[in-house]
């Protein structure tokens, strides 16, 4: 079982109430499994922090008393200081019952604090620990290590262990009851189910768009990614499309190099930088790129046979990350070592047409693993796999078969790749956004009538709703 960190955690849950299932009720399912590993009658002492892990804390008292436990909950800190509602609410339900509620928000509470009872349940810190302790958390995890007496169970994390590296000065428990998926750190650790859906790791949410880069505050043009867009020598409004994603995506410095239509594609916006090339294998692409994080290559290319050569050149010998779209795909057929290390978005006929087989989830993952690259097959649901992991992507719509929406999507993929790294979850965030920008714009239009350019101001639009 691999170990899952903050981040991982956090994406987990964004996506798992995206997909119906609400933090209240993965609270209340992490308090019971807590409560149902404490026995019936016993004195229960639980030190509760601000957050969640505080907040499974409070239910677990609440389970805890209907065991008839003798229960007594330590909030280190004060009621108004309880961080977030779904706390909050488990914390006032206790005030209606008759537990023990004390607030302890200064150090000297704790410093000569004896405990005495059975069980000390530690629900201070989670995966949201931050840093080295703090007081008074620093002092309250001393009192209970104190406790020499007590079983001390330990709620997710033994507070004061950061989760990303399982380092830190924390509660020596005799038990972790952790949710999910196993966090760094934990010995003595039970894994319990909390009723997380397989969708919120299987497909991809708006959690996944934690993973995407933040813009710069005092940044200038150029650091936001720099992203060459080479194609256009059949289709001229393809590489504009994927461009002017590019940009509605934050890459701010798209420049599109095609050969002999300049002037058409920088005609379609004033937002276009647009270089001409005599061939796409020419040293002034390969002198360029060193001012370059990306390149999108294929963008309404079309199958040249002269130009598919020189593409075959350029993708062998660019030494910057790529993404291959359309016709750079159809150029790399007989010699599919071209695809290593680049992030390909066939559609099924594409997929098809260069692995000699139809896609399929199983054959997507393996491709992807044959030739070390990272495969978004588009299609009604997008499937997106690294060679290791799938992830599929639900959002978008029927209205979105038109054409140029793949360029669309090319262009937001390759903005993440040049703002941030060639990455599978960025790929598969990519595909998201293209989605629920195609799904947003159909609420207002229906899904006839959609056309590609409709997606581009809908882009930014995703992130903001949905973070
Ligand atoms: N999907 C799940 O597994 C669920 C887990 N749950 C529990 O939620 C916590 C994570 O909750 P979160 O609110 O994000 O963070 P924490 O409660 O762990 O901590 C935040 C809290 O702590 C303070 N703090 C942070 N760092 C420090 C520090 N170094 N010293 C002192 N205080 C610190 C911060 O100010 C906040 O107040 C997870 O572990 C599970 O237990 C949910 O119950 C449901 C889903
Ligand atoms: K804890």
Redesign the pocket.
């Known amino acids: 079982m691999n170990e899952i960190d903050?981040l991982e955690?956090?994406v987990?849950?964004r996506n798992?109430e995206y997909w119906g299932v609400e933090?209240w009720e993965?609270?209340e399912e992490?308090?019971r499994k807590v409560a149902s590993e404490i026995e019936s009658n016993r004195s229960v002492t639980l030190f509760c922090?601000?957050?969640?892990?505080?907040?499974?804390g409070f239910?677990a008292a609440r389970y805890l008393f209907e065991k008839e436990c003798d229960v007594k909950v330590v909030l280190v800190?004060k009621e108004r200081?309880i961080?977030?509602d779904?706390?909050r609410d488990n914390w006032l339900k206790l005030k209606n019952l008759d537990v023990t509620l004390i607030e302890g928000p200064r150090k000297e509470f704790y410093n000569d604090l004896e405990i005495t009872s059975d069980v000390v349940v530690d629900?201070?810190?989670?995966?949201?620990?931050?840093?080295?302790?703090?007081?008074p958390?620093?002092s309250a995890v001393q009192a209970i290590n104190r406790a020499k007496k007590s079983r001390i169970v330990s709620?997710?994390?033994p507070t004061?262990i950061d989760?990303d590296t399982g380092k830190g000065y924390g509660v020596k428990s005799d038990t972790t009851i952790t949710?999910?998926k196993k966090k760094k750190g934990l010995n003595k650790a039970k894994l319990v189910d909390?009723g997380?859906p397989d969708k919120a790791e299987t497909h991809v949410g708006p959690g996944d768009l934690f993973f995407l880069p933040k813009r710069k505050e005092n940044s200038h043009k150029g650091e936001n990614g720099r992203l060459m867009v080479i194609g256009g020598e059949e289709y001229t409004g393809a590489p504009a499309l994927s461009a002017l994603a590019a940009l509605r995506s934050g890459c701010d410095l798209p420049v599109i190099y095609t050969k002999g239509n300049k002037d058409t594609i920088s005609g379609f916006s004033p937002n276009l930088i647009v270089r001409d090339i005599k061939s796409f294998d020419s040293d002034k692409i390969y002198k360029s790129s060193s001012k370059f994080d990306a390149a999108l290559i294929g963008p309404g290319l079309g199958r040249n046979s002269e130009s598919m050569e020189e593409i075959r050149r350029l993708i062998d010998k660019l030494d910057i990350k790529k993404v291959l779209d359309a016709d750079a795909l159809h150029a790399c057929k007989k010699t599919k070592t071209l695809l290593r290390k680049s992030i390909i978005t066939p559609h099924s006929g594409e997929f098809e047409s260069l692995f000699g087989k139809k896609p399929s989830k199983q054959l997507i993952k393996e491709f992807a693993d044959q030739y070390n690259c990272i495969i978004l097959k588009k299609g009604k649901n997008d499937i997106i796999s690294n060679g290791d992991t799938i992830k599929i992507n639900e959002s978008g719509n029927a209205g979105m078969t038109v054409g140029g929406t793949g360029d669309i999507l090319a262009g937001v993929v390759s903005s993440l790749v040049a703002r941030k790294d060639y990455d599978f979850r960025l790929t598969a965030a990519a595909s998201f956004i293209v989605g629920k920008a195609g799904d947003q714009i159909k609420k207002d239009l229906g899904v006839d009538g959609i056309i590609a350019t409709d997606l581009l101001k809908e882009i930014p639009k995703v992130r903001a709703e949905q973070v």
């Open positions: 903050s955690m956090a987990i849950d798992a933090p993965l609270m992490a308090g922090g601000k957050g969640n892990n505080g907040g499974d239910v800190g200081s961080g977030t779904v706390a629900a201070i810190l989670g995966v949201g620990i931050k840093g080295r302790l703090r007081e958390v620093k709620v997710d994390v004061g989760p949710f999910h909390i997380i």
